[in-house]
């Protein structure tokens, strides 16, 4: 299978505990992006990158989230002292690039703060 | 600053019935338009999208969609559904002028297919 995979696809963790989540794009793929999805409503970006460079970040991606894209291929986000306001989806996109270049979305990782 | 808006939270519909999905986005300026769906614990998956050219698009599984410009809506239709249709669906926009090209999802319409 040559998609986009999320590890791990749950993720049960206690209020004031670091969490990372990894992404793997599709190989040829230099864009890869992070959105959030919370209960009953759409997907929200929070990040891309254009191979290992982080070009946007939303106003959502406070400074306890951080993501990396070392040597342009996966990528890692973590939430550092999570709350429980973090429980989310957790979704990874890649793309060719530009709007003519499908977004092709990962499974997502199921983030749950008790 | 631009938004999708699908009024519909659920949408429930027997099998082989036509449907339509609503979909109203809000932009000041020009924007591609997208339709994804997503079946339980799968990722999304893209149905069809509007870059220019032909109002009417074909995408995946049979269904279609029709840009509106006046309206700005880009309804989601299909002439007969399926159980296997049942599954979420979202409206997504991107700006063209925005290199990002990041998505801006609607809220998502729940589609369930009865028999």
């Known amino acids: 299978d040559t998609g986009v995979s999320q590890d791990p696809r749950h993720k049960i963790t206690k209020r004031g505990q670091n969490v990372t989540f990894r992404c793997d794009p599709i190989?040829?793929?230099?864009?890869l992006y992070w959105y959030r999805q919370t209960l009953g409503q759409g997907p929200e970006f929070l990040t891309y990158?254009?191979?290992?460079?982080?070009?946007?970040k939303s106003r959502l991606l406070s400074d306890r989230f951080s993501a990396e894209r070392p040597k342009g291929s996966f990528s890692t986000l973590e939430i550092q002292r999570t709350e429980q306001g973090d429980s989310a989806m957790y979704l990874c996109?890649?793309?060719?690039?530009?709007?003519?270049?499908?977004?092709?979305f990962g499974p997502g990782t199921r983030l749950t703060v008790l | 600053a631009q938004s999708v808006t699908q009024l519909d939270s659920q949408v429930p519909v027997f099998e082989e019935a036509p449907v339509e999905l609503r979909c109203n986005y809000s932009?000041?300026?020009?924007?591609?338009l997208f339709w994804y769906v997503q079946y339980p614990n799968q990722g999304l998956q893209l149905l069809l999208k509007?870059?220019?050219?032909?109002?009417l698009v074909k995408g995946i599984n049979g269904f279609e969609a029709e840009f509106n410009k006046s309206q700005t809506s880009f309804h989601l239709r299909k002439p007969s559904v399926h159980i296997s249709d049942t599954a979420e669906y979202f409206c997504?926009?991107?700006?063209?002028?925005?290199?990002?090209?990041?998505?801006?999802f609607g809220s998502g319409t729940r589609l369930l297919v009865r028999p």
């Open positions: 190989s040829e793929h230099n864009r």
């Open positions: 509007y870059l220019s050219g032909s109002t």
């Open positions: 932009s000041s300026v020009s924007v591609y």
């Open positions: 990158f254009q191979n290992e460079a982080q070009l946007e």
């Open positions: 996109a890649s793309s060719l690039g530009g709007p003519n270049n499908e977004q092709f």
């Open positions: 997504a926009v991107t700006l063209p002028m925005d290199s990002s090209y990041k998505l801006i």
